[in-house]
């Protein structure tokens, strides 16, 4: 048994995915598969803000594909927004402060629907947060995740959306964000009934460290795989 760090890449099917969007821009991904078996759900993952170096390689997003095709037969879909750079490539576009973008959210979502993937889940990470609750109430969205949002794009009417959907919606807060902490976020989100926040002790915003990724997705896979949580934190060569 050899034990899972923060290099770890253990086994799935890896494919290299080009997006077009409705505005004509082609944006370049990822979508990584369990090996020899069918995903039991799917992560759509939107990166932090691009222009302070979010893109599809985040560290936290990097290991949910790392990790959870084999640990918790998911499918995790990771593609840059637009004018956004990873060692995957650059895609076209530029920066559009969260409003164009909802061509890119909306993109993902129906290359993940038309491949047939199974209940689809958003993993948005700060930005990526706020483009989920901006432009992911989708009718092919089951649910979303929301690691350190800000809540600063996202305004009350896109929670109330949210709301009246039904969605579930989970906030992993970090007791030391520099933007939203736990106290506000639940404030916050208040006016979501079936939102829960769950306020991380010792976390930044950041989530720099094995412990604090380890909670992230323990906290993904109880929501979207119960019956692969826990996660192990050991893998059988």
Known sequence: MTEITAGTVLPARRTEVTLVTSDGLTLVGELALPLGRPPVATLICLHPLPTHGGMMDSHVQRKAANRLPALADLAVFRFN??????????????????????????????????????????????????????????????????????????????????????????????ELDDYLQPPEARSRFARVPQAEVVGVNGAKHLWVGERFVRVVLDEIVRRVNPAAWPLPTHWKD
Not at 112 to 128: E, I, N, Q, V
Request: hydrophobic share 40%.
């Open 81 to 174: 927004t637009r004018g956004t750079a990873s060692p995957r490539g650059r895609s076209e576009g530029e920066f559009g402060g969260g409003e164009t973008e909802r061509h890119d959210v909306a993109a993902a979502i129906g290359f993940c629907a038309d491949a047939d993937l199974p209940r689809l889940w958003l993993f948005g990470w700060s930005f990526g947060s706020e483009i989920a609750l901006k432009w992911g109430n989708d009718p092919d969205i089951e649910g979303a995740i929301l690691l350190s949002p800000p809540l600063r794009r996202a305004s009350d009417s896109d929670l109330d959306a949210w709301a009246a959907s039904g969605k579930p919606l989970l906030a992993l807060v970090p």
